[in-house]
T-cell receptor, first 111, second 115 residues
Framework: RKEVEQDPGPFNVPEGATVAFNCTYSNSASQSFFWYRQDCRKEPKLLMSVYSSGNEDGRFTAQLNRASQYISLLIRDSKLSDSATYLCVVGTQTGANNLFFGTGTRLTVIP | DADVTQTPRNRITKTGKRIMLECSQTKGHDRMYWYRQDPGLGLRLIYYSFDVKDINKGEISDGYSVSRQAQAKFSLSLESAIPNQTALYFC??????????????FGPGTRLTVT
């Protein structure tokens, strides 16, 4: 079973739409949770950390449900510039203090 | 200037050749990582290093070796390249445990093709 699973998409949405991505993780001992954004052929960059209480950064809202081992990202009022792949990332206390990456969900915002 | 740099950015090599990918960072982080990314598989950890004298294998280390020449430099070698090592390779750094966060910072990647 994969450490982190997410729907690969693609999600094709019109500008201004609201879109939600979901992710599940397998290790209940996981301690840190992130959404990274990756543009085509570029490096992943941190979009936001995810906290148990939920957190919001402008048009982006992240939620964590530890009981269900489930993470979500909501993007409101989608912009063309939001087109990218969104990686769900989970940090687990292993020898490497590893990050485990989902395969990513591709979003295309259409004019 | 970028905090994490990788050279080369693109490389085409032939089966059986030895190749080295280099990573340098100016962030002052102790921890450095090498990942490869393949379509549909996400990022997978090859090797990681907590400091110059502490190097560890990751999930997929077979066929690879590394060298941590200094705090700022971490090199990945393919001893005898094979076509299924064709992938996008990323170096990353982390400041855990100083900051208490697992966040990692990535270099721009090296696109490697083995023919």
């Amino acid at each position: 079973r994969k450490e982190v699973e997410q729907d690969p998409g693609p999600f094709n949405v019109p500008e201004g739409a609201t879109v939600a991505f979901n992710c599940t993780y397998s290790n209940s001992a996981s301690q840190s949770f992130f959404w990274y954004r990756q543009d085509c052929r570029k490096e992943p960059k941190l979009l936001m950390s995810v906290y148990s209480s939920g957190n919001e950064d402008g048009r982006f809202t992240a939620q964590l449900n530890r009981a269900s081992q489930y993470i979500s990202l909501l993007i409101r009022d989608s912009k063309l510039s939001d087109s990218a792949t969104y990686l769900c990332v989970v940090g687990t206390q292993t020898g490497a203090n590893n990050l485990f990456f989902g395969t990513g969900t591709r979003l295309t915002v259409i004019p | 200037d970028a905090d994490v740099t990788q050279t080369p950015r693109n490389r085409i090599t032939k089966t059986g050749k030895r190749i080295m990918l280099e990573c340098s960072q100016t962030k002052g982080h102790d921890r450095m990582y090498w990942y490869r990314q393949d379509p549909g598989l996400g990022l997978r950890l090859i090797y990681y290093s907590f400091d110059v004298k502490d190097i560890n294998k990751g999930e997929i280390s077979d066929g690879y070796s590394v060298s941590r020449q200094a705090q700022a430099k971490f090199s990945l070698s393919l001893e005898s390249a094979i076509p299924n090592q064709t992938a996008l390779y990323f170096c990353a750094t982390s400041d855990f445990p100083k900051t208490g966060t697992y966040e990692q910072y990535f270099g721009p990647g090296t696109r490697l093709t083995v023919t």
